[in-house]
Structures are given as C-alpha cells and as structure tokens.
C-alpha cells in the first residue's frame, strides 16, 4: 500500500531535506544561501533558496516532471539547473494522467475496548466530548438575536454556578434565504449542517432561532425532532419581536441549566471518537512533519475503532490515486471520481480552475502547484483503507476512514466535519492558523519549530521536531493519539484557551442567491 507516511526516510544534507531516492528536488530546512555546497550531492546552490521551498538536485529539461514524495508535482518550464530555486517561476501545472489500481478489500472494524477516554455519555447513547448549550439561527435575520441572547447570559453570568457546562455557543451564519426550495442543492446543504449540529452530542441543548418568513423554515427540522427534549424551535415574528424572544429563550436556558450541568464523565472506549482531519496555512513541510504524524494517529484510532474524516476535495486533487488504491469497494472509487468530475466542472464555470489553489501563504510557504499541496494533505488519512465517501454533512455511516466531499475553506470544511459527527478536530498548520469550532475541542499542529516557538500560545503540539531529526514520524503520531485522547476527556485546547469557536461555523453555499 503506497502511503506518504511511509515515504518519509528523510535524508538530511546540509539543511536539505530529500523525501525519496527517485526525487529531484530537496526541501530547504532554512534559508540556505547561494553558492552553498549541498553534501551529498556535488552541487552547489544557485539561488538563494527560502525556508521550506525547493532546490533542484539533477538536471530537469524543459516540459520534463518535477519529482517530491516520488511523485509528479508539476512541469519544469524552462531548463533547471541542480542548485537552482524551484518554485513559482520555473514549475507550472499540467493536467496528467495518473495510474491507480484498484482492487476489493475487506474492511474489518476492530472495536478492542482497550484504550479509553473520559466522555459524556447521552441518554441516547452518544457519547460527547464537551457539554455546551447551542444558540443556532436558521437565517441570518436572526443572527443577531442568537448573539443578543448569548451576550445577555454572559452579562448576567448566569453560568458561574454551573461548572459542567463549557458556555453557551451562538451559532449564526449569513445565509438560509433567497436560495430557493428545499430541493435544491445550497438548500440540502444548510438542512444537513444544521440537522448535523442539532443532533451534535456536545450540545446538551440547543435552541434554532428563525425569523419565520425565510426560506430554511424552521419546519424542515421539527417534525425529526418532536420528541426530542433537547430541541427547542423558536420563531421571532410568532414571540412577538426581539425582546420577547430574548427573555423567552434566556428563562427556558435559566430552566435548564440544572439539567444540562448533571452530567459526569466516564471511560468511553475511543471507538467512539470520530476525528476530523484539517490542515490550513500550509507550508513546504506540512506533507514532511505533521500532515503525516496525523495520519499515524488518523491509523491507530482507526485500529482501535474511531473514526477519522478527511475533507476539501480540491485539496486532494492530484493525489486521489493514492486514496483509490486504498477504496473498500468499486462503489467508493465510483463517488470518488464522480466528486472530482463535479468540482472541476463546478470551477470551469465560474471561471477558475483545480490550480487556483494553493494560496499566496501556501506559495509563500514553499508550495507551489495543486500537486503538490494535494500530496501533502492526503498524508493526514495516514493508510488505513477508505471506506466511504461523504456528502458535505452527511452524517458517518461506516467505521474507519471516510472522505467527505467539501471546498478546501477551512471553516467551511470544519463546519461540514462536525455536522458529519466528528467530535475532536487535529488541525495541521505551517504558516500559524488560528482556529476553533465549537463546540467541538481543535487541536493545532505546527509542521515547523520556528512558528511553534513563534506562536506557542496558539499552538498544541510541535510537529518540527521530525523535520530536525529529533524525533519519528510514528513517535509524533504516538503524541497526537494520546493528546486525541486527553482532549477528547476534557482537557483543554489552546484555541478553547484563547476563545475561538464562535464565529467558525460557515455552512457550504452552494447555487443562486435570488
């Protein structure tokens, strides 16, 4: 099974790294100035070669692949010279046909309750990771309110004797009206984030807010929810306008909050742990460092049970044939293909294409083309096989590793994720990403030491130190399992310190607004 992860033997030549014998370009461990001799190989540098970025090792004549993970990451465009900077200027993007092999697998789940966390588990049989009560408007004409309410409580601080409940979260987004039927695709989509939300164990309670004359009605929810006592509906135009809203959801939360804060945590085995996998502000190393360590943890999870969830499908574009060689069934391979078909379709008439991605930090950070990023990022669903291909919050259907179809936006895939039912995030991040999503726990991973130490109050784990020769991918990847774990128990992560989570959630709009 061919997997990034284990591409990684990392040679290290004079502040080079090189990821594969057949590569013929190494990664830059800092800024190495011209005329510098690399060891290893006779040549010397040309250019002066940025932190993270690509230095070319044996002669590439023009039209001829650029080779990193032992894999085609773009064309050269003009003749390049060993010792030569090769990045932006010299390298473009090529559609190219890539060869993949697929062949039926048996997916067996292991569920050994042999490793454990302390989670809340539901009356219903879920089990959550933190305990939150959830403001969510339906629209964004009672966005406002949702955070009025939420404003008021904090004011009042009506939570101070209620230590079991982690806050109230006022989830609002800009959309939910003018998008036409409940039958079109930017409608299933709002319906299925918020349904997932809803739903979410970490919400001992929720409230959705309407307005009551929009688009998403607050009916295409009620009726899978009547007998649901976490659930409560409210229409500002039926309570009679802001005020009265405000003072009826703040007296049924002041209710509530005894119920909501009897809960106790107790050893849950991890097969209840559904992980998401996000990587933002990626840089040269992230496909070297934490990427793959995620995956070694996305591995062991999955071996015990859990579930990992990999997302933003134009962000594995150019390296789905590592993905489908890994598919249970033809069927998965099937909507594998049938999402890329989309999403290059989707780009076309919208004037785009596949490569606008990466972004000016990615470049800026080492990477240059789609290829390459999409190389990188498919490090974090390690090798285990995959199992499933997901709409954009559909919710897990099977154990093990999934995909779930998204735009490559961070929060917008996030948000997606946890609809799904992910219930602890590993976010990997080479440029210093500043993220949370409540009220599901984020955990950063730094790919490089220089950010980490940079933006240690922001960041959970270092993932450097596999770049530094300090430690193995697999040792990081023993450490984010086991910080998984502790996370998951309620332990604190840096974003929850620092007060993100508020303002991430960002369901996918896809189609007109009329």
Same mark, same amino acid.
């Given at each position: 099974?061919?997997?990034?992860?284990?591409?990684?033997?990392?040679?290290?030549?004079?502040?080079?790294?090189?990821?594969?014998?057949?590569?013929?370009?190494?990664? =830059?461990?800092?800024?190495?100035?011209?005329?510098?001799?690399?060891?290893?190989?006779?040549?010397?540098?040309?250019?002066?070669?940025?932190?993270?970025?690509?230095?070319?090792?044996? !002669?590439?004549?023009?039209?001829?692949?650029?080779?990193?993970?032992?894999?085609?990451?773009?064309?050269?465009? #003009?003749?390049?010279?060993?010792?030569?900077?090769?990045?932006?200027?010299?390298?473009?993007?090529?559609?190219?046909?890539?060869?993949?092999?697929?062949?039926?697998?048996?997916?067996?789940?292991?569920?050994?309750?042999?490793?454990?966390?302390?989670?809340?588990?539901?009356?219903? $049989?879920?089990?959550?990771?933190?305990?939150?009560?959830?403001?969510?408007?339906?629209?964004?004409?009672?966005? !406002?309110?949702? /955070?009025?309410?939420?404003?008021?409580?904090?004011?009042?601080?009506?939570?101070?004797?209620?230590?079991?409940?982690?806050?109230?979260? *006022?989830?609002?987004?800009?959309?939910?009206?003018?998008?036409?039927?409940?039958?079109?695709?930017?409608?299933?989509?709002?319906?299925?984030?918020? #349904?997932?939300? /809803?739903?979410?164990?970490?919400? =001992?309670?929720?409230?959705?807010?309407?307005?009551?004359?929009?688009?998403?009605?607050?009916?295409?929810? @009620?009726?899978?929810?009547?007998?649901?006592?976490?659930?409560?509906?409210?229409? +500002?135009?039926?309570?009679?306008?802001?005020?009265?809203?405000?003072?009826?959801?703040?007296?049924?939360?002041?209710?509530?909050?005894?119920?909501?804060?009897?809960?106790?945590?107790?050893?849950?085995?991890?097969?209840?742990?559904?992980?998401?996998?996000?990587? $933002?502000?990626?840089?040269?190393?992230?496909?070297? !460092?934490?990427?793959?360590?995620?995956?070694?943890?996305? #591995?062991?999870?999955?071996?015990?049970?859990?579930?990992?969830?990999?997302?933003?499908?134009?962000?594995?574009?150019?390296?789905?044939?590592?993905?489908?060689?890994?598919?249970?069934?033809?069927?998965?391979?099937?909507?594998?293909?049938?999402?890329?078909?989309?999403?290059?379709?989707?780009?076309?008439?919208?004037?785009?294409?596949?490569?606008?991605?990466?972004? *000016?930090?990615?470049?800026?950070?080492?990477?240059?083309?789609?290829?390459?990023?999409?190389?990188?990022?498919?490090? /974090?669903?390690?090798?285990?096989?995959?199992? %499933?291909?997901?709409?954009?919050?559909?919710?897990?259907? !099977?154990?093990?590793?999934?995909?779930? %179809?998204? *735009?490559?936006?961070?929060?917008?895939?996030?948000?997606?994720?946890?609809?799904?039912?992910?219930?602890?995030?590993?976010?990997?991040?080479?440029?210093?990403? &500043?993220? $949370? &999503?409540? *009220?599901?726990?984020?955990?950063?991973?730094?790919?490089?030491?220089?950010?980490?130490?940079?933006?240690?109050?922001?960041? #959970? +784990?270092? &993932?450097?130190?596999?770049?530094?020769?300090? @430690?193995?991918?697999? @040792?990081?990847?023993?450490?984010?399992? @086991?910080?998984?774990?502790?996370?998951?128990?309620?332990?604190?992560?840096?974003?929850?310190?620092?007060?993100?989570?508020?303002?991430?959630?960002?369901?996918?709009?896809?189609?007109?607004?009329?």
């Amino acid at each position: 099974m061919v997997c990034l992860s284990y591409w990684l033997y990392n040679k290290f030549m004079n502040n080079l790294i090189v990821l594969n014998k057949n590569d013929n370009v190494g990664v =830059s461990q800092f800024i190495i100035p011209e005329k510098t001799k690399i060891e290893g190989h006779e040549i010397n540098t040309i250019d002066i070669i940025p932190f993270g970025h690509k230095v070319c090792l044996k !002669t590439i004549k023009k039209g001829e692949p650029i080779i990193k993970y032992n894999q085609i990451i773009g064309f050269a465009l #003009d003749d390049i010279k060993p010792g030569q900077h090769v990045h932006s200027h010299n390298l473009e993007f090529k559609e190219f046909k890539r060869d993949f092999k697929f062949t039926d697998k048996k997916h067996i789940i292991d569920e050994k309750a042999d490793t454990f966390f302390n989670g809340i588990l539901r009356d219903n $049989g879920q089990v959550a990771t933190r305990n939150y009560i959830g403001i969510l408007s339906t629209v964004n004409c009672s966005a !406002t309110v949702t /955070k009025m309410i939420v404003e008021k409580i904090k004011y009042l601080d009506i939570l101070k004797d209620y230590p079991n409940i982690d806050g109230v979260v *006022p989830i609002t987004h800009s959309t939910g009206c003018g998008m036409g039927s409940d039958k079109s695709l930017g409608m299933q989509l709002l319906i299925r984030t918020i #349904d997932g939300f /809803k739903n979410h164990p970490n919400f =001992s309670h929720i409230f959705i807010i309407g307005l009551g004359c929009e688009s998403c009605q607050i009916s295409f929810f @009620e009726n899978s929810s009547k007998k649901n006592e976490k659930i409560h509906f409210l229409n +500002i135009q039926d309570q009679g306008g802001t005020k009265k809203i405000i003072d009826k959801v703040l007296s049924e939360i002041k209710n509530l909050l005894n119920n909501s804060n009897k809960i106790f945590r107790s050893p849950q085995p991890v097969s209840n742990l559904n992980l998401a996998l996000q990587c $933002g502000g990626s840089d040269g190393y992230s496909g070297i !460092t934490a990427n793959p360590a995620l995956g070694v943890a996305a #591995d062991i999870l999955i071996k015990k049970g859990g579930s990992a969830i990999l997302a933003e499908t134009p962000e594995i574009y150019g390296a789905e044939h590592l993905l489908i060689n890994r598919a249970v069934s033809k069927e998965v391979v099937n909507k594998l293909i049938e999402k890329l078909k989309w999403w290059k379709h989707y780009t076309s008439i919208n004037d785009r294409t596949m490569d606008n991605n990466p972004g *000016p930090g990615n470049k800026l950070g080492g990477l240059t083309t789609i290829l390459e990023k999409s190389l990188g990022a498919v490090a /974090k669903g390690g090798s285990s096989y995959l199992v %499933d291909i997901l709409d954009y919050a559909e919710p897990i259907k !099977t154990k093990g590793f999934n995909f779930m %179809d998204s *735009p490559g936006y961070d929060p917008v895939s996030v948000t997606g994720q946890v609809a799904s039912g992910a219930n602890v995030i590993c976010f990997t991040t080479g440029r210093g990403s &500043c993220f $949370g &999503c409540k *009220p599901v726990p984020s955990l950063k991973l730094s790919t490089n030491s220089a950010m980490f130490k940079r933006m240690s109050e922001d960041m #959970d +784990i270092n &993932c450097g130190t596999i770049a530094e020769g300090k @430690e193995k991918v697999e @040792e990081v990847g023993q450490k984010i399992f @086991e910080l998984v774990v502790n996370t998951a128990s309620g332990n604190k992560t840096k974003s929850e310190i620092n007060g993100y989570g508020d303002e991430e959630f960002n369901p996918w709009q896809v189609g007109a607004v009329m």
